[in-house]
């Protein structure tokens, strides 16, 4: 059986919105003719509640490709909820979805609408011939609270098939932060691929011997290094026992650093202005383009009076600009703060972040309670007014003291 994995198409986010979608698009289109089923580990959507407009055009989406004829068809379903498709799209709900525990996610409520199968905390099995697949999911959860759930799950390989074991978290080995993130080893033995979502680069690993197979996103959302690559998704064959990436089209995203000493503000704006005209010439598709400005800039120097917004609108209609000066330090500023630039925090998430500290400062203090602080993170980080947000975290606290 051929199973293509689509991953992190996080539709809705606003920066790319347009290219988010065409690209998702895409990837759904070329994964229901080329594979016998599609598995999606995460973050379908990028926000936990997406506006009408936004699910509206993911329906019409999902809508197609559950059309399709596939090479397979789910024959079997273990778990709490009903499903109402036998088509093979199978989904879990990532970080971006994931909401306060007895309420419905995004994810849910296109398994409602028959449009694929939420597999989280349950086992789907596809069929086709004699052949069949069996993937567990385990959506996307808080990644103090991931090992337990994994012990209270329990998740065992079903005997006779080919097993999945789809998960959407940080892994220790890809994000060296936190003992709280998952180890390789810790993950459940005995299945015969492991796919994750979250991460938005492509990496090929093992786990008990076996593949792990992590496609990425299918749009640029971090500006990150590691997302220069080709965007796209993968194909796992169960009988050969191997797996191609397929490329979708996708914008440019190209990353140039700039180094200065003791610069002026008009040294920098002249090295910045150098480097866009040199992209520009190079002609094709409107690129994205990160310039990261770092070394030392003169005494008086203020990062706010440098101008690169309005550089960046100059040349807006040729490319998409943006400007890290994280790096870029004022003569005599403390170099404690670029120590921490230095540091690997670049490459995690910002919500994973804030998530991670918030955990931090729970641990560390004598609050006791037995609601998690990715409760009150999911309630904080919502979308939802300021008034109501505040409302919402305060009447957890107060329950909880009560």
Same mark, same amino acid.
């Given at each position: 059986?051929?199973?293509?994995?689509?991953?992190?198409?996080?539709?809705?986010?606003?920066?790319?919105?347009?290219?988010?979608?065409?690209?998702?698009?895409?990837?759904?289109?070329?994964?229901?003719?080329?594979?016998?089923?599609?598995?999606?580990?995460?973050?379908?959507?990028?926000?936990?509640?997406?506006?009408?407009?936004?699910?509206?055009?993911?329906?019409?989406?999902?809508?197609?490709?559950?059309?399709?004829?596939?090479?397979?068809?789910? !024959?079997?379903?273990?778990?709490?909820?009903?499903?109402?498709?036998?088509?093979?799209?199978?989904?879990?709900?990532?970080?971006?979805?994931?909401?306060?525990?007895?309420?419905?996610?995004?994810?849910?409520?296109?398994?409602?609408?028959?449009?694929?199968?939420?597999?989280?905390?349950?086992? !789907?099995?596809?069929?086709?011939?004699?052949?069949?697949?069996?993937?567990?999911?385990?959506?996307?959860?808080?990644?103090?609270?991931?090992?337990?759930?994994?012990?209270?799950?329990?998740? @065992?390989?079903?005997?006779?098939?080919?097993?999945?074991?789809?998960?959407?978290?940080?892994?220790?080995?890809?994000?060296?932060?936190?003992?709280?993130?998952?180890?390789?080893?810790?993950?459940?033995?005995?299945?015969?691929?492991?796919?994750?979502?979250?991460?938005?680069?492509?990496?090929?690993?093992?786990?008990?011997?076996?593949?792990?197979?992590?496609?990425?996103?299918?749009?640029?959302?971090?500006?990150?290094?590691?997302?220069?690559?080709?965007?796209?998704?993968?194909?796992?064959?169960?009988?050969?026992?191997?797996?191609?990436?397929?490329?979708?089209?996708?914008?440019?995203?190209?990353?140039?650093?700039?180094?200065?000493?003791?610069?002026?503000?008009?040294?920098?704006?002249?090295?910045?202005?150098?480097?866009?005209?040199?992209?520009?010439?190079?002609?094709?598709?409107?690129?994205?383009?990160?310039? @990261?400005?770092?070394?030392?800039?003169?005494?008086?120097?203020?990062?706010?009076?440098?101008?690169?917004?309005?550089?960046?609108?100059?040349?807006?209609?040729?490319?998409?600009?943006?400007?890290? !000066?994280?790096?870029?330090?004022?003569?005599?500023?403390?170099?404690?703060?670029?120590?921490?630039?230095?540091?690997?925090?670049?490459?995690?998430?910002?919500?994973?972040?804030?998530?991670?500290?918030?955990?931090?400062?729970?641990?560390?203090?004598?609050?006791?309670?037995?609601?998690?602080?990715?409760?009150?993170?999911?309630?904080?980080?919502?979308?939802?007014?300021?008034?109501?947000?505040?409302?919402?975290?305060?009447?957890?606290?107060?329950?909880?003291?009560?």
């Amino acid at each position: 059986m051929k199973i293509a994995i689509v991953s992190d198409m996080h539709l809705g986010y606003e920066r790319f919105s347009e290219d988010a979608f065409l690209q998702a698009k895409e990837a759904l289109h070329k994964a229901s003719e080329s594979a016998d089923a599609i598995i999606i580990p995460g973050d379908i959507f990028d926000k936990r509640y997406p506006k009408p407009d936004i699910i509206s055009q993911v329906m019409k989406i999902f809508r197609e490709i559950s059309s399709k004829n596939f090479g397979a068809e789910v !024959t079997e379903y273990s778990g709490e909820n009903k499903i109402y498709t036998k088509k093979p799209i199978v989904a879990i709900p990532g970080t971006h979805e994931r909401i306060a525990k007895g309420k419905e996610n995004a994810v849910q409520l296109l398994s409602l609408a028959g449009l694929l199968i939420d597999t989280s905390e349950a086992v !789907t099995t596809l069929s086709k011939g004699d052949e069949k697949v069996c993937i567990f999911g385990l959506g996307g959860v808080s990644e103090e609270m991931v090992k337990a759930e994994l012990e209270k799950l329990d998740p @065992k390989p079903v005997a006779g098939a080919f097993n999945i074991f789809m998960f959407h978290q940080s892994t220790y080995e890809l994000l060296p932060f936190s003992d709280s993130f998952i180890k390789y080893s810790e993950l459940p033995k005995g299945f015969d691929l492991y796919v994750c979502g979250h991460m938005h680069n492509r990496v090929e690993a093992k786990v008990h011997g076996k593949t792990l197979l992590i496609p990425g996103s299918t749009v640029l959302t971090q500006l990150k290094s590691e997302e220069q690559g080709n965007k796209g998704f993968m194909i796992f064959d169960t009988k050969d026992y191997t797996h191609e990436f397929i490329k979708i089209n996708s914008r440019p995203f190209i990353i140039k650093e700039i180094s200065v000493n003791n610069a002026t503000v008009e040294k920098v704006i002249e090295e910045c202005r150098s480097v866009i005209s040199n992209e520009i010439l190079k002609g094709g598709v409107k690129p994205i383009l990160k310039i @990261k400005i770092s070394g030392v800039a003169s005494k008086g120097f203020e990062k706010a009076d440098m101008g690169l917004h309005s550089l960046a609108a100059k040349y807006a209609k040729e490319a998409i600009i943006s400007f890290d !000066t994280q790096s870029l330090s004022i003569e005599g500023e403390d170099s404690r703060i670029n120590e921490l630039r230095d540091g690997k925090v670049d490459s995690m998430p910002v919500k994973e972040l804030g998530l991670h500290m918030l955990s931090e400062k729970f641990n560390k203090s004598k609050t006791k309670g037995s609601f998690k602080p990715s409760d009150l993170f999911a309630i904080l980080s919502s979308d939802e007014s300021k008034d109501k947000v505040l409302k919402t975290a305060g009447e957890l606290l107060l329950e909880e003291n009560n």
